[in-house]
Structures are given as C-alpha cells and as structure tokens.
C-alpha cells in the first residue's frame, strides 16, 4: 500500500481551520483515520495530499453539562457515547444510536463527527465507479442495482444518509460549534446536510477549513419519549435499511413536538412531513399511530430495485411510536 | 511517503521506530515491530481478525493509522501470555474447540478479552463478538469458551470494572 500523504501538526484549531482553508482540497482532517485507510486501500476517492491530525491539537473527547446543555468533544468515539450515563438519562435516543453503530471495534475507533461525515456507503461509489460523488456527471445508482438506494428526494444522486447518531441528534435539535478561519459560530444540525439538488457532489455543506468541535444537545425533560430503530440486513452489525429517530412529549394530553427523521430512504435525514402533520397535535392514543403510519411513505419515488422499502418505513414509523408510546408516563389507553 | 518517529507501548514494552505516519498499526506490528500473531482477514474493517487492544479497547489494527497509536498501550495476542502461562481465554478456546483454521482466533481472542474486562462494553457476548467473523466453526464453540474463560477469570481476573466503562479516558466525567 502506498501512502500519498503528508501529516502537518499544527498548534491550534484556528491554525488548522486557516491552512485548511488555503489548501481548499488538497488537506483534510484526521480523526480516527477509518474511512481515511478504507479510502486509501480502494482507491475510490480523491485521498487528501495534506493531512492535520486534530486530537492531538486540542481536546476534542469529552462529555460534559454546562449551562444545563450536554456538550461533546467532536472527537468522542461512538463507544464513549454509548457508555455515557449522563447521555443516557437526558439523550438516550443518542445512545441506542450510538450502540447501533458497526462493531465494538468500530465504536472504539470512529469519533461523532467523522460518523456526521462519513461519505455515502453506496457501492458505485466506494469502488470508485464514475459518479456525481467522485468528479462524474452521473449517478450509476438511478439506473443500475438500486437496492439500497434512495426511495425519497428524486435525485440527482440517490445515495442514502447512514449516520445513526446523525438521525438521533437531529431529532435531538443539536447545534454543531464549528470552527472557521474566521472564528467560530453555531449551526444546527439538521442544516448540515446539503440537498443533492444543490450540490450533488458533497454531502455536507462545511466549506474547506471549516471543522466540527462540539455537539451540543439541550437534554430531555421527562415529559418527552423518544427512541432510535434500525432495520438491517445482518443483525451482527450493518449499515441502516432503514432507520428511524422519533421524539416527542405529552402536552396536555395531545402529541406534542414530534421529531421524525428516517435514515436509509433519502441522501440526507428525510422528514415524512404528511405523516407528523397527520398526528401533531392529535389528543393521544393508540388509535391515532396506524394512520399516521400509512402516510410515513408519502411521496416515495422507488427505483427499480428499492419499492420494498416502503413497507419498511411504514412498520418502523408505526413501531417507534407504538414503543415511545408505552413509556409516556401518562396515557388514556 | 515520509517515515516519522513512532513511538507506543507494546504488550508492556516500549517500541520506537520509523514508519509513515499513515502506515496501518496492522502492517506495522507484523512487519516493524516483528509480531505476526494478529492476522489480516478483509483489510476493511468487516472481519475483525486483526483486531488489537488500544488502551484497553478492541480496535481493528486494519483501520487504524499508526500515527493514532503514539504514546499508547497495544496489546496484541502475543501480550497475554503471563510468565510462559497462557491466559485464561488462550485455554478456553483450545479446551473447547474455539479455533479450527485459526485465521479468526487471534482476533477473537482479542476481542473477548476486552469484553471479558469489561462486560458493560457490550449488551451480551454476541453483540461484543459481532464484529469477528469466523466461518469454520459455526461460533458455538467460541461461545462456549469465551463463558468458561469469563467463569474462570472471575471478578480476580478482570481489569476492574470502571464507572463509565472502561474505555472512557479522556472523556469528562457526564
């Protein structure tokens, strides 16, 4: 194997964020450094020439409260995540994401951020096949084996969103801390992904020298019920079918402030819109989930080869919401 | 394609070297450091049959670059070895038929001693092994070694069970 690669230490953030920024595509960040060795044993993306490791530079791995927020060092592995207490009492939805994440080696291994922007797992891509993704004017997907592919969002590119913490955190209302060679400033998290309509190249809309910090995440008071479901081919450890991160509260009785986002199904966290408004609002009970559940796939577009996810995203809306249900602290029935 | 000094610890000793700073830990330990116990399988992080103890934590030697490894404790198969005993999950495995081909084993072995030390890593034994792929013997065997070594490790044998786990090192306190 060879190694294109040069590694620079630098002594700050900013330092960083500002060389990075000079040298547009040609360096990026190292993190934990998986997708880094993946990509540099396939060949399947342009590897950068100039690498910064950014653990070493500042701390980047830590959970802590402050100002009644939990806050966490973008470089915090995923099992870090899965292990915390505090996580679990005021975020669990976090933390079934966090522990649905690859294997306990890989949970070791990958921080938060480099989960948000892992690249699409879609297998034109990975094994380097000409693609919006790499520099082509095409997405091989629409027309080739799809089956993995995306049901909502109609294009151009149709590879699905697959960071599990990514779907809990946006259902959580998370602000990203980001640092730009200008200084720093907060984003929420769900406006991190970029639509492919926009820009079908990239999946983000972080610009060169722009680097995640910290995650911060207002904890759930316990009115609120919530929970993160994947659906997977091998239930060992696999990227998401489809997956589902719902939240919501009991506000006098009705469905409040749900938070629906679906993973598996579009290229960035898909709100099934029809289906929240169907039961926002809607006094609780039971009899109110089924159809909601029957309108989760609206608007669906399948491709050749992906319709069977339909039925999948209509059982996991309606499981999710049948389980957070149960553990309201109150319900009429 | 620069060497930079590198430098980590072992199974207990201190190695210094030369090597691209991007260079798998994986290629290093067997070709640098000389040890040949941890295996290649996938090279991407599917089959964990190089996987290794970084502080105390299961990570696939295959994904991890060897720069990461700088002032940390490595374990490979080779560290379990006490005094010329072998560990306890050493024995299990050969008592209780865990290893065929033996591509696998090393890996597996790795990987069930993190979880042994600390249980709370994992929901059970088989979501802590998922990512271990072995395709001779069917798994059974090796769960039933991993419970003798664990039954035989007892409270004694184990690392000690920390608050928040045992991989939390850095992370504040939550």
Known sequence: MTYPFKIERLASLQAAARRIADLQGRAAILGGGLELLDFARSGADQTPEILIPIRQIAPMSYIETRSGEIRIGAGTSIAEIADSTGIRRVAWPLTESANAVGSSQIRSQSTLAGNLLQRPRCWYFRNGISCFKNGGNTCPAATGDNRYHAIFGGGPTYSVFQSDPGLALCALQATLVIVSPDGERTMPVTDLYVDPKQDASREHVLKPGEIIREIRITPLTDRYVGTFMKIRERSGFDFATVSIALIYNNFHGRFKDIRVYLGGVAPRPYVPEKALNQIQYKKLGRGEIPPAADLAAEGAAPLEHNAYKIPMVKRLFREAFEVTYEKLSWRPD | ?174
């Open chain 2, 1 to 174: 394609m620069d060497k930079a000094p590198v430098s980590f610890r072992i199974n207990g000793k201190t190695w210094s070297g030369s090597v691209h700073p991007l260079k798998r830990l994986l290629d290093t330990i067997r070709e640098d450091v000389g040890l040949t116990g941890t295996k290649e399988g996938c090279g991407e992080g599917e089959c964990g049959a190089c996987t290794v103890l970084l502080d105390g934590s299961p990570v696939m030697s295959c994904l991890v670059p060897t720069c990461q490894a700088e002032g940390k404790e490595v374990t490979t198969i080779e560290g379990l070895v006490r005094d010329g005993e072998l560990h306890p999950m050493q024995d299990c495995f050969i008592q209780e038929g865990g290893a065929q081909c033996g591509i696998c084993t090393p890996g597996m072995i790795m990987a069930a001693v993190a979880y042994a030390n600390d249980p709370d890593s994992a929901e059970d034994m088989r979501e802590a092994l998922a990512g271990n792929l072995c395709r001779c013997t069917g798994y059974t065997r090796i769960y039933e070694a991993v419970r003798c070594a664990m039954e035989k490790m007892g409270d004694s044998g184990r690392s000690g069970k920390k608050d928040e786990g045992s991989r939390k090192k850095k992370a504040g306190a939550t």
